[in-house]
């Protein structure tokens, strides 16, 4: 059975940085994975994803610049490194991952979740 595990979440002032990990296990071969997150009330987004060979990264716009998403060398271990952060990146925190081509950001398609990691930034 193929499982996601976030950590490092946590609390933090604006301007400070944080690193989640997500380490995945019961997979057969390396998989595209992606980080994703979702405040209160609102849909869920997508921040960054990475290929399954570690070649393509892609962000989101409110992101770009200040988090860096990477990847353990032949593993399904994924990390987020976020830097300057402000409060409104405060949100659940999800790992994402998904076999195939490598789809964009969209939550709908990407199938295999963990099970979150929060992030609170205060002013």
């Known amino acids: 059975q193929v499982r996601l595990v976030e950590s490092g979440g946590g609390s933090v002032q604006a301007g400070g940085s944080l690193r989640l990990s997500c380490g995945g296990s019961g997979f057969s071969y390396n998989v595209h994975m992606a980080w994703f997150r979702q405040a209160p009330g609102k849909e869920r987004e997508g921040v960054a994803s990475?290929?399954?060979?570690?070649?393509?990264?892609s962000y989101s716009d409110s992101v770009k610049g200040r988090f860096a998403i990477s990847r353990t060398n032949g593993e399904n271990t994924v990390h987020l490194q976020m830097h300057d952060l402000k409060p409104e990146d405060t949100a659940m925190y999800y790992c994402a991952a998904v076999t195939g081509d490598l789809p964009p950001l969209e939550a709908r398609l990407w199938d295999i979740w963990g099970q979150g990691t929060q992030v609170t930034v205060s002013s």
């Open positions: 990475i290929g399954s060979r570690s070649v393509r990264a």
